[in-house]
Structures are given as C-alpha cells and as structure tokens.
C-alpha cells in the first residue's frame, strides 16, 4: 500500500488543486492520497475564506482519500513550519515514519527490538530538538540586531523647521 500524502490549505479550492491531486497521485503510484489541510485559519494568520468542512468536503470529491486537519500552531506559522508541521508533527511521523523504518528494518533482516530503536527515539525526539533548535537559532538572530536607544537616551534631536 503507498500513501501520498499533501500538505495543503484549499482557500478556496479551485481546478489547479484538483490537477495537482490527481497528478500528485499519479506520480507517486499512490493507491490513497491524504490531504493534510489548514482548519479555520489560514497560513497568513486570517480566517479562511470557507470552512473547513466544505474545503475538506471539495478535496474528497476531487481525488483525496482522507483529509486530516493540520494544528493551528503550525496552519498560522511561515511557510517552513508551516510545512514541517505536517511532517515532522507527532501524527504525521507516527504514521508514516515509524511504519516505514519498522518494515525497512525487517526487510533487511533486522530485529525491530533491537535495530529500530534509534529510529523510535527520533521519531519522539525529532519535534523537540527542532523546537530547540529554533529557539537557539531566534537567539542568535537577536543578538546580532542593533539595538534601539531609549527615548531618554537620545543625546541629540534635530528639529526641522
């Protein structure tokens, strides 16, 4: 069984989403394609033009198998969380990740006790390093900022007449 999976928003849903469901299932060979969607609001933090049944309703009429609501902290986050969001949070990774790498370990003889235990801690530890890793990252960047003097401590105003 091959699952693609599509990490969209739908607002609103229109022909080219329909083109690029059917065509993302033709290109992987999926059997079922899972639309991964944003719910009330959309990635620019606004409401979305419909709810998200209609839009979860037109993506099942248009060539999806099984659409699951992305949470908001990522559907409102910029564009590189809101894509990690859908692949390195807890459901998708436990869905996809974890089957894979225990199938992949016994096809190749291993012992799924033993040989897959580094993938289960990564599928566990793989959100929270890369929440801190985002922190330490943030960190940096603000430290590097000038900063901006306080009103009080302007030495100087120049008035324009």
């Known amino acids: 069984m091959r699952v693609c999976a599509v990490i969209c928003e739908y607002n609103p849903f229109h022909l080219g989403h329909a083109y690029h469901l059917r065509a993302a299932r033709e290109a992987s060979g999926a059997d079922y394609v899972l639309c991964l969607m944003s719910g009330a609001l959309t990635q620019r933090g606004a409401f979305a033009r419909h709810d998200k049944w209609l839009r979860a309703r037109a993506a099942l009429e248009n ?16 564009a590189p969380d809101f894509a990690s969001g ?44 890369t929440i801190q890793l985002l922190g330490v990252s943030y960190q940096r960047k603000l430290s590097k900022r000038t900063p901006v003097p306080a009103v009080g401590q302007v030495e100087e105003i120049i008035e324009l007449a």
């Open 63 to 78: 060539g999806a198998d099984l659409v699951l609501e992305l949470p908001t902290r990522f559907a409102c986050a910029p």
């Open 86 to 129: 859908g692949v390195a949070s807890g459901p998708m990774t436990a869905t996809f990740l974890l089957p894979f790498a225990l199938g992949a370990c016994d096809a190749l003889g291993g012992n799924v006790v033993t040989d897959a235990f580094g993938v289960v801690a990564m599928v566990a530890m793989t959100p929270l390093v």
